[in-house]
């Protein structure tokens, strides 16, 4: 058992989280007594992982791929947000040996878009979502909580954006991915959730020409930080914010919570975590 709280984000693939520079950055900056590491920990491995690292001095954990639905099963607590989103990204381990499960992209999310567009008012009008996977689900749940008065969403496989709607109600609507540009025309949010445009995914193809001049625009994906679609949506004149910063702000309750100090997101913490 370690003196001093650890932490670490578990995964599988793991070698590319950005999560153990942000949070060394943090302990670093604070000058906090702790650790931050990542785990490669396969399906067949989570049960046994989550019941040992608490008796190894770990307090929390943040989840990815593959593992922020599963990881529900062994929760003991889960948040209403979490439950809402079917999926955990933060986990707490309490001292009495109890897992309290949370999720907080869509805090990340609406951190960073509040940071990145003071201006961004989520009740102007309609939000405009492209994709409808993990993501998109934090996303919306985050921006029905913000007050956005009514979502699009569009999906390639249709039935994702349908489940979306089942799930999160009237505020949504639903438009082919062929007619996915048409959502532009009213909406004064729009999110791009896709994989599309992702260093070594395919191109983020849907027309921008209905894209209004103020609309706040915004991109989950971070490599690269300019993607071509918020490219697009700067040379119509439209406030851009880049998806660095959802990562970076989904990790505050978490850093908060497990090493007692609330870090900030500043040009610092981005610089750090770019190097
Ligand atoms: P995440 O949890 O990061 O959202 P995901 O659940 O795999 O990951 O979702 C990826 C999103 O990118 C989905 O909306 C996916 O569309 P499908 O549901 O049709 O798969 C979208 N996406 C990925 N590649 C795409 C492509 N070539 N064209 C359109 N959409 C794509």
Not at 81 to 90: F, H, P, S, Y
Not at 96 to 111: E, H, L, P, V
Not at 145 to 169: C, H, M, Q, W, Y
Not at 229 to 242: H, K, M, Q, S
Request: charge should be negative.
């Amino acid at each position: 058992m370690s003196d001093f709280p650890r932490a670490a984000v578990i995964g599988n693939p793991i070698s590319h989280s950005l999560s153990p520079k942000l949070h060394g950055y943090w302990l670093k900056r604070y000058g906090l007594d702790g650790s931050y590491t990542a785990l490669e920990v396969s399906e067949d491995q989570l049960e046994e992982t989550l019941s040992r690292l608490p008796k190894e001095g770990y307090v929390g954990a943040n989840v990815t791929l593959p593992h922020k639905v599963n990881v529900l099963g062994f929760a003991d607590q889960i948040t209403d947000r979490a439950t809402l989103i079917g999926a955990a990204n933060t986990l707490t381990f309490k001292s009495d040996g109890r897992i309290y499960a949370d999720n907080t992209d869509g805090y990340g999310f609406i951190a960073n878009l509040r940071q990145g567009a003071p201006h961004w008012d989520p009740k102007a009008g309609p939000a405009a979502v492209f994709g409808a996977g993990g993501a998109a689900r934090a996303v919306v749940v985050a921006l029905i909580d913000a007050g956005v008065p009514e979502i699009i969403v569009s999906n390639r496989t249709r039935p994702k954006s349908e489940a979306l709607r089942a799930d999160f109600g009237a505020r949504i609507s639903v438009v082919d991915w062929v007619q996915a540009d048409m959502m532009l025309e009213e909406a004064r949010t729009v999110v791009n959730t896709t994989s599309l445009g992702m260093k070594g995914a395919a191109d983020f193809k849907v027309s921008l020409d209905l894209l209004r001049k103020d609309a706040v625009v915004t991109d989950i994906v971070y490599n690269p930080l300019m993607t071509p679609f918020l490219a697009a949506a700067e040379r119509r004149g439209c406030t851009i914010v880049d998806g660095l910063g959802m990562l970076l702000h989904q990790g505050v309750p978490g850093f908060e919570r497990w090493f007692g100090q609330r870090p900030e997101v500043d040009e610092a913490t981005r610089a750090a975590v770019l190097a």
